[in-house]
């Protein structure tokens, strides 16, 4: 292929993949293969002395977005040169001093100060024209609102989202699917959003890395004034450490040190030189700046061999591709599985079972796969899901191909009912997270709740997955066995019937006195007459139990499960026919579901909101102006604290 036809090709697959990555949240290439395309781009460049208009090498950042007000930044925003040499990075200082900082994985911002006031904030935009972000900007976790420098000032930063926080985002959303990619992505939508309620909610933080301008300040022309200046003006600082050539290759080795514990995203490191004037003296190309630099981690890559894609299948059909491969050795780890993603990359890979591939650690971090050094292409795409075995089809959005089960009654796509088994309410099963569960399902383990009594059969193929171990199996086994011991609350509510809530399970229980057959043979006419059950429940339940699958698999269960009778007290039924809110804090009891369930052993009813029914609501703090405070007085139902609740009832 001719120079310029290949170049014409790199241009637009780079162009492509960076719209789906920072535009779209979408991977098509990993950052591996990313930096090997433009590399070999800049090459060509080189070569032949052709630079095209459209080039990724020219142009800097991502297009603004058409809902958010736009505006030209005060100085234009350059991206850096980079290598992965450190001896590269070492001989770049060139004698002079330097600060060595993190490379902050996130959304670069720009913001302003007036009068020592916040007045303006910008996204990093094409470089040349931002997006104004400002009221987003304000909620930011550590952003500074006034500060004491009077005079006009402007700066840059990093926004980003940490990963324990992207975790605890991603733990609260049921759908694997609308799972967040990465912190990044996160980061980048909650910084653009239109409602900035949104925004804080993400707990987004800045770092700031540059003074652009400072009226009426002297640096002294250092670089290292300057992020000390910012820190006396309140700014959360990007971390550094001053280098020069004796001491930075054990600088960056301290940096690779931490970066598998470091909760900030990075991805690499950035010198600068710390005499300003100096930096500025070697002026710029089209794209970069000379007086910085970024270092990405040369990536450790280890030769292996392509033992099996494991297709794993979610609740909401996707089928994602697993690679396995013989164990080596990446970053002081073992590794034998990366994720493929998606269809598009499996081919683009051109993978085939006992190809030869080269792995490596994303940002040290995240196992992907390289090349394929053997490109066979003759991996079989499934067309049965591993799961139920029903046929997939391969759905194509944008530039992204992906794999889907078609079956709607695919067991991979309940995750959501042994989620719900195994919660602390229902069956109380310590070490199933829904990542777990979707990953035993996936592999055939599990098809009905009780499945989930006879994983020890799996024991070696559980302590070969990654995250768990001998122990860690152990713990779950134990959680496993001590859920055998129950009470019939505890399995009506598990079995996840429409509407059915812990409080009605603990109603069925005690209108049907523990009588388990009695509830599933109950007709829709008696249930309905429960007082707290009514007719849409009463249908709810008579529907559950008049499938005969689901009768067969509660058969099942029930072979698994030892039921405590409960036994009901009828003399200390003083609270019978009472229903009672707590709010606050309690000091008697541990937590609420403690006091709880003492109001239900004394025949009242524990809820969560006061209305027109409620008798009673406990707060310790009677005088507060909370909602549920402001409700009940209007309402007229008493308000009691905890300890005389306890007095006057229990």
């Known amino acids: 292929m001719a120079a310029n036809d290949r170049m014409l090709e790199l241009v637009e697959l780079l162009n492509r993949a960076s719209e789906s990555y920072y535009a779209k949240d979408e991977e098509i290439m990993s950052n591996y293969e990313y930096d090997k395309l433009y590399d070999e781009l800049v090459a060509l460049e080189e070569e032949t002395g052709v630079t095209l208009a459209n080039s990724p090498t020219v142009n800097v950042g991502y297009e603004s977005v058409d809902e958010l007000p736009k505006e030209a930044h005060e100085q234009p925003m350059l991206s850096l040169g980079k290598t992965k040499s450190r001896e590269e990075l070492r001989s770049w200082l060139n004698g002079e001093e330097g600060i060595l900082s993190w490379k902050l994985d996130g959304l670069t911002i720009v913001l302003t100060y007036e009068n020592g006031e916040l007045v303006k904030a910008l996204t990093r935009g ?20 006034k500060i004491k420098h009077k005079e006009s000032l402007i700066l840059r930063g990093e926004a980003v989202i940490t990963y324990s926080e992207f975790e605890r985002i991603n733990a609260g959303i049921d759908d694997v699917e609308a799972k967040y990619k990465n912190p990044r992505n996160l980061c980048s939508g909650s910084v653009r959003q239109l409602n900035n309620k949104i925004t804080a909610e993400r707990n987004v933080r800045f770092y700031a890395f540059n003074l652009v301008k400072a009226d009426g300040f002297d640096a002294n022309n250092s670089k290292e004034n300057e992020i000390l200046f910012l820190k006396e003006q309140g700014f959360d600082t990007v971390d550094y450490v001053r280098v020069e050539e004796s001491t930075i290759l054990d600088a960056i080795e301290g940096f690779a040190g931490k ?11 950035v010198l600068t030189y710390d005499d300003i004037a100096y930096g500025k003296s070697l002026g710029r190309t089209a794209k970069s700046p000379r007086d910085s630099i970024a270092f990405k981690w040369a990536d450790e890559t280890a030769e292996t061999t392509l033992k099996e894609i494991e297709w794993s299948a979610s609740r909401t059909g996707l089928i994602n591709p697993v690679a396995i491969f013989e164990p080596v050795s990446l ?12 269809i598009s990359i499996v081919r683009s890979l051109k993978l085939g079972i006992g190809d030869r591939i080269t792995v490596y650690k994303a940002n040290m971090i995240i196992p992907q796969i390289a090349e394929n050094l053997t490109c066979s292409d003759n991996l079989e795409i499934p067309s049965a899901c591993p799961v139920c075995g029903g046929n997939t089809e391969i759905r194509q959005m944008n530039d992204v191909q992906t794999l889907y089960c078609t079956n709607p009654e695919c067991d991979a796509k309940k ?63 134990n959680s496993i066995e001590a859920s055998r011991n129950t009470t019939l609350p505890r399995v009506i509510y ?10 009605n399970a603990k109603l069925l229980n005690k209108y049907f006195k523990g009588d388990f057959d009695a509830i599933r043979n109950a007709g829709e006419e008696e249930l309905s007459e429960i007082e707290g059950i009514g007719g849409v429940m009463a249908g709810a339940i008579v529907a559950h139990f008049a499938k005969p699958k689901n009768q067969a698999a509660i058969d099942n269960l029930l072979k698994e499960l030892v039921i405590e009778k409960e036994v009901i007290d009828e003399g200390i039924q003083n609270l019978k026919d009472m229903t009672i809110v707590i709010t606050g804090s309690l000091y008697k009891f541990d937590n609420r579901k403690e006091l ?18 409620t008798s009673i609501l406990i707060n310790n703090d009677i005088q507060s102006g909370s909602s549920k405070n402001k409700k009940a007085k209007e309402l007229g139902i008493p308000i009691m604290t905890e300890e005389e609740f306890v007095a006057k009832y229990l």
Do not use: W
């Open 494 to 503: 598990s079995l996840g019937i429409e509407n059915i809530g812990v409080a």
């Open 596 to 613: 709880q369930d003492l109001i239900e052993k004394h025949g009242g009813k524990a809820t969560g909101s006061v209305t027109a029914k």
């Open 331 to 342: 970053e002081g780890t073992t590794v034998s599985r990366a994720s493929v993603h998606n």
């Open 126 to 145: 094409n470089g040349e024209i931002g997006e104004v972000i400002t009221n987003n900007a304000k909620t930011f976790k550590n952003v500074p609102l």
């Open 259 to 269: 970066i598998t514990d470091y909760d900030i995203p990075s991805d690499g490191l």
């Open 415 to 477: 995750i959501k009912a042994f989620t719900l088994f195994v919660s602390r309410d229902a069956m109380n099963i310590d070490g199933l997270s829904e990542a777990t569960l979707e990953k035993f399902i996936g592999k055939g383990y599990i098809h009905e709740f009780a499945d989930l009594y006879h994983l020890a059969q799996y024991k070696e193929e559980i302590c070969a997955m990654e995250g768990f171990g001998e122990k860690s199996y152990q713990n779950l086994i």
